[in-house]
């Protein structure tokens, strides 16, 4: 036997093992394909989903009757959001999100610049919301972390993320999104609770604790009952008759106008409403005809079809419906008018709804508070009100008294020019004996706020707290710290504050953002800081106490230039391991910009560089930098900055940037320089404003280049389209007179007096003023202050309204430098406008006429 068939031999069994092994790895792996199903259900927290394509079969077209197929699913926002390109900044968060991640997500959210944080993809937010959803249980601290980022998600966030949250039939996550909501202060629609009880149709005792909760006071709610039928209609669904009718007979539902429908009716009727609300009116009418030639209809049906004919506009078909319901007898009803009613309305036809109410009273069917709510809403919506109260009085005679929706409605029509509404709405509410709910008073603060009536909300507020039925939610005492802050009432911000305090109101973020920004723009930092360091000594409301708040507090030291206080905040802020951000360093480089310490600058650009994670400069970095350097007389090293944002490219110079740079050109008289930085922002694209254009004709009428100041006004209008305003051309002025050429000066004054684009104001009869004094030009000067004060004696244009004047000073100035002129000047502004005016001290010596020299004002 030769070695080759030896070797043969001993191999042979080792192929055939090979070979059965072979084919066992292929058989497996062909069967295990079958069964490869992905589960419909999200996975759980602890479980990353794995990443699987599968070919889904082509929708094959239905077989079954029109009215009995299923409306087609709309791609949903989260599909929508796949197939556009996510930026690449958001990626992170939400990979963390699909981790179930929620703690790395919202740290990783609260990082993003600001900008990039308003404009936060709805699918990146709908995850964050599903990861915290889906976490058995939230810490403390993440707690505080949605609740410092919680104005970043709003109700339409809530929604999707409640609809995804119902398709798993998650109730954890349901119940998680219904809290949050709450924490968040969002307003819980009908729409987002709808979806959180349709995520409990699995289990019949949670549904039913979820709806009781909805439907108890303070869910934040609205009720109603379109709301009370659809929770009805769901527990019936999943098999609650029982709790179905408790609701009914709740919301005093009429049994005789319901009866009893088939689960198929029932089916058919809220297809006839959904088509309608997706504008498919002709697919409504088909479910409509196929389902009356089947069985008898009854009042819902017909409602459910008006619906669909007001959704899709066709007021026609509506009545056409509505006439065949009122022949069938008896089938019109209250919810029909209602219906026909909202059409009008829509189209604001008051003519046709005033009919349509006759019509009610005579068919012997009065119109209830959805009636009477829908039509007021609707007139105030118009300021109509006159016939807001003559409906108010309506309601009164119809044992329909007014309620908290009544007065909501009223308070949220009221303007600046309704004003005066406002009381007979007190009046109304007192009358009525309504309760002041948090919801109801917040509606009345914001209507005092907008018509700037603080007055008459503080006296709301004490007669409220002296009777001690008071509720005021913690938004409405935000609102009312920054109007009384805006308004410079520290006194009644500090008493608001301790108000909220003492009935024990947990305040959230934007409450004490409100705070504090009520107390920075008074020039009360130091007390903004005590209130804040009382917040952090408890350690219940510690997580309040952010970088916003930070930042605010570093805003009013800077604004009172006590840059001790900017480091001793700053000091605090890194030991209690507050991280800063962009806008906290950036507040800190203008506090040294305005303290005039940039020696400082490069240790806090250290610190930027070295802190956990990186804060990177932007614009306004620059822009507060080159400021800096341009207010201390350092141009170049301004220049410089300009240089190194070109090298790297990273941030581009913008408008404010340049007028920075302008500026410093200005003011150190660098013409040829101010010049060439125009042409770079042109030539880059960056659009120069009026302050761009007032710099450079302060700079050129200063260099003696007065036909170049008005060229470049004429050119730069036309280029960039838009219009030189007052300040501009009071600058053109000044520049005539540094020019010495005073009557080119009032030619311009009448010029932009006749043109009407802008008006002259103090500043620019000021400026002329002083002019004329300085040329030389006493009898001028005189005239000036007789068109400034709209006086006779004088041939200049002369503007509209209310006379501007000038300033005291520069009439003490006027009458020393004049004689018999002067006096009658004097007399005029006395007699006519009751001003009194002595000669003082001249601060600019006039020239005599002949002589070439000239004194400048000092």
């Not at 990783?108 to 900008?115: D, G, I, R």
Request: some cysteine; glycine content about 6%; charged content about 25%.
């Amino acid at each position: 036997m030769s070695v080759i068939a030896i070797i043969s031999e001993a191999v042979a069994p080792m192929w055939s093992e090979l070979i059965m092994f072979s084919l066992a790895v292929v058989v497996y792996i062909f069967f295990s394909k079958s069964f490869l199903v992905l589960d419909p259900h999200e996975p759980g927290p602890t479980q990353r989903p794995p990443v699987v394509k599968v070919s889904l079969p082509k929708e094959q077209p239905s077989t079954k009757p029109r009215d009995q197929q299923r409306l087609p699913r709309k791609e949903s926002s989260q599909t929508r959001n796949h197939k556009e390109e996510m930026p690449a900044i958001y990626v992170p968060i939400l990979q963390a999100a699909k981790a179930w991640d929620a703690s790395t997500a919202l740290a990783l959210l609260a990082e993003l610049p600001v900008l990039e944080q308003n404009e936060l993809p709805l699918l990146v937010s709908m995850r964050v919301l599903l990861a915290l959803g889906k976490a058995s249980s939230l810490s403390e601290e993440v707690m505080h972390q949605f609740s410092d980022m919680a104005h970043h998600f709003d109700i339409k966030t809530f929604e999707h993320a409640a609809a995804e949250a119902s398709r798993w039939r998650c109730i954890p996550a349901c119940r998680q999104l219904y809290r949050l909501a709450g924490l968040a202060s969002v307003q819980r629609t009908e729409r987002f609770a709808m979806l959180l009880v349709r995520g409990h149709a699995n289990d019949i005792p949670a549904m039913r604790e979820l709806v009781q909760e909805i439907l108890a006071e303070g869910s934040g709610i609205v009720l109603s009952r379109s709301l009370a039928d659809s929770l009805a209609s769901q527990c019936s669904a999943a098999g609650d008759p029982e709790f179905s009718e408790r609701i009914f007979e709740r919301f005093g539902k009429d049994k005789e106008s319901s009866p009893a429908m088939t689960p198929s009716t029932s089916r058919q009727a809220k297809l006839i409403s959904a088509y309608g609300k997706d504008g498919n009116l002709a697919a409504a009418q088909d479910v409509f005809k196929k389902l009356q030639e089947s069985s008898e209809l009854n009042s819902l049906v017909y409602n459910c079809l008006l619906d669909a004919c007001v959704e899709c506009n066709d007021l026609k078909q509506a009545l056409e419906v509505l006439s065949e319901m009122k022949a069938k007898g008896g089938l019109a009803d209250i919810v029909s008018y209602n219906t026909i009613m909202k059409g009008y309305l829509a189209n604001g036809d008051i003519e046709a709804v005033n009919d349509l109410v006759s019509e009610m009273f005579q068919e012997g069917i009065c119109p209830n508070r959805v009636s009477f709510h829908g039509y007021l809403h609707t007139l105030v919506q118009m300021d109509r009100w006159s016939e807001v109260w003559k409906w108010v009085d309506l309601m009164a005679g119809r044992d329909t008294l007014a309620n908290v929706v009544t007065c909501s409605i009223l308070l949220r029509g009221i303007k600046m020019s309704s004003q005066l509404q406002l009381p007979k709405i007190t009046e109304l509410s007192d009358s009525c004996k309504i309760p002041m709910d948090e919801a109801l008073f917040g509606c009345y603060a914001d209507a005092c706020i907008r018509c700037r009536l603080l007055n008459l909300l503080w006296d709301r507020l004490q007669k409220l707290t002296k009777e001690g039925n008071v509720k005021i939610s913690p938004t409405s005492y935000g609102s009312m710290m920054k109007a009384y802050g805006q308004a410079q009432d520290v006194e009644k911000v500090k008493r608001l504050w301790g108000h909220m305090c003492s009935h024990g109101v947990k305040m959230t973020p934007i409450t004490l953002g409100c705070m504090m920004e009520a107390l920075v723009s008074n020039y009360c930092a130091e007390d903004a800081r005590v209130v804040v360091g009382k917040i952090w000594e408890d350690p219940e409301q510690r997580y309040l106490v952010n970088t916003v708040v930070y930042s605010t507090i570093i805003k009013g030291f800077t604004m009172l230039k006590q840059h001790n206080r900017v480091l001793a905040v700053y000091k605090e802020m890194k030991q209690r391991r507050i991280r800063c951000n962009t806008i906290t360093f950036n507040t800190m480089l203008n506090s040294l910009a305005r303290c005039g310490m940039m020696h400082e600058v490069p240790m806090l650009l250290e610190d930027m560089k070295m802190s956990d994670p990186p804060v990177h400069p932007d614009v306004v970095t620059y822009s507060t930098l080159v400021k800096g350097y341009c207010m201390a007389g350092e141009l170049d090293k301004s220049l410089e900055l300009l240089e190194e944002m070109k090298r790297k490219n990273d941030v581009k110079p913008d408008e404010v940037l340049y007028n920075s740079l302008l500026d410093g050109c200005c003011t150190q008289q660098n013409l040829e320089q101010a010049l060439s930085l125009l042409q770079e922002m042109r030539e880059t694209g960056v659009a120069p404003s009026n302050y761009t254009l007032s710099i450079i004709c302060k700079l050129l009428g200063r260099s003696r280049r007065l036909e170049q100041a008005f060229s470049m006004v004429q050119e730069l209008t036309a280029e960039y389209s838009f219009r030189a305003n007052i300040q501009v051309y009071t600058c053109l002025m000044q520049a005539c007179f540094h020019n010495r050429q005073c009557k080119r000066a009032l030619d311009l004054h009448d010029e932009v007096v006749s043109s009407r684009n802008c008006c002259p104001d103090e500043k620019t009869y000021n400026v002329m003023l002083r002019g004329c004094l300085q040329t030389g030009s006493v009898e001028k000067a005189i005239e000036v202050a007789r068109c400034a004060f709209h006086l006779p004696g004088h041939k200049m244009m002369q503007t509209n309204g209310a006379p501007k004047g000038v300033e005291h000073a520069g009439l003490e100035q006027l009458l020393a430098a004049s004689g018999t002129s002067g006096e009658a000047l004097a007399k005029d502004l006395l007699e006519l406008r009751g001003v009194t005016v002595t000669a003082g001290t001249s601060l600019v010596q006039v020239p005599k006429r002949g002589h070439r020299n000239h004194t400048r004002s000092h």
